[in-house]
């Protein structure tokens, strides 16, 4: 792997807005395929955002919703993607305001590995012990991540997890894309040296 | 190899994709140990990000959301619901309040007169029941025994 991915759909932008103005007059094909083709980001985004425990269907779900109702604020501007991102960011900024009110999981749960589902890493390898390392290095990062300063834990989650372009994640914030870079670069610093660190 | 190896920043850079400066770029084309860095945190990220979830999971969530969005917002009409009747309230408050029994007008006078009446026909009554019978039967408690002195 030479570089993170990129999110692109197959709509392209005016196939995009068409969509968006479609899906405005109540045509539910339209909304349903401007759904279907940014869902995977809305999931990806809740599910690295939301601490564990908390029910990242139900916030992908409100997310898509809360877009298909304020579709007439969507300028066409920015990308669809970003303004998308914007409403799960959000949302996932006000259900980690009403947890801290409440507190109920911590936020550290993944650090120490207790929650964190690794399905991505079957358990059934060969080798075990390189399956543990493996483990260990994505508990460290994902611990890393929990670490930073909120706003960085929103850039690296968006462009590593939720694969935006800096465009993206600058409309999803609200911020200008020098801002985002400057977030990125101590993000992924911060991280990457935790993590080669800790290699063994 | 003339170049040193890539420093945090021009990694981070690496990292992120960004432009490397030619002689930066020139030496990664070319450095196994600076790639292999570069790729592990890649890979390393891309594991993390854990797997996505299954179509049947992702068109359950579609789905609920269009059958919310197409159904009725009953928001608006909690809302509606809710000032329509305030206004009402508000609007018969008057109302409610001249239909309220009115406060009892008292007549001092009058009431004078009846406790003259009163205390014409019987002087005591004007006297607590408890005090008249311990000035006029005073009882008293001796070993345990009531009995009248």
């Keep these: 792997m030479a570089s993170v991915a990129r999110w692109e759909t197959t709509l392209g932008r005016e196939g995009e807005r068409e969509l968006v103005e479609a899906a405005r007059r109540g045509d539910r094909d339209a909304a349903e395929t401007l759904l279907e083709s940014h869902e995977l980001l809305v999931f990806r985004t809740c599910g690295r955002l939301l601490p564990p425990g908390e029910d990242v269907e139900a916030a992908v779900q409100e997310t898509l919703l809360r877009a298909l109702r304020n579709l007439g604020r969507f300028t066409g501007q920015g990308t669809f993607a970003g303004w998308l991102a914007a409403i799960a960011v959000n949302l996932c900024r006000d259900r980690l305001r009403r947890r801290r009110l409440v507190p109920f999981l911590s936020l550290e749960g993944r650090e120490k590995g207790e929650v964190e589902p690794l399905s991505a890493i079957p358990s059934s390898e060969p080798n075990p012990e390189r399956v543990a390392m493996a483990r260990q290095a994505v508990n460290r990062l994902h611990g890393e991540v929990s670490r930073l300063p909120r706003r960085q834990q929103e850039v690296f989650a968006l462009r590593f997890f939720a694969e935006l372009d800096l465009g993206d994640i600058a409309t999803a914030l609200g911020v200008d894309v020098g801002t985002v870079k400057t977030h990125l670069h101590r993000a992924v610093q911060r991280v990457r040296v935790a993590v080669e660190e800790a290699r063994p | ?149």
């Design chain 2, 1 to 149: 190899m003339s170049n040193p190896h890539l420093n945090d920043d021009e990694l981070n850079l690496a990292v992120l994709g960004e432009d490397l400066p030619p002689g930066v770029a020139g030496h990664l084309a070319v450095c196994l140990d600076c790639r292999r860095r570069r790729d592990a945190f890649l890979d390393l990220v891309q594991e993390a990000r854990g797997a996505d979830p299954d179509a049947a999971a992702r068109a359950r969530v579609r789905e609920r959301a269009l059958a919310a969005w197409e159904a009725p917002d009953r928001r608006h009409w909690v809302r509606w619901l809710a000032a329509a009747a305030a206004v009402i309230v508000l609007s018969l408050l008057p109302l409610l309040r001249g239909r309220a029994p009115a406060p009892p007008v008292i007549n001092a006078d009058a009431v004078l007169v009846e406790v003259e009446k009163v205390l014409d026909r019987d002087p005591l009554s004007a006297v607590a029941a408890e005090e008249i019978v311990d000035t006029v039967v005073p009882v008293s408690y001796e070993s345990g025994e009531r009995s009248v002195s």
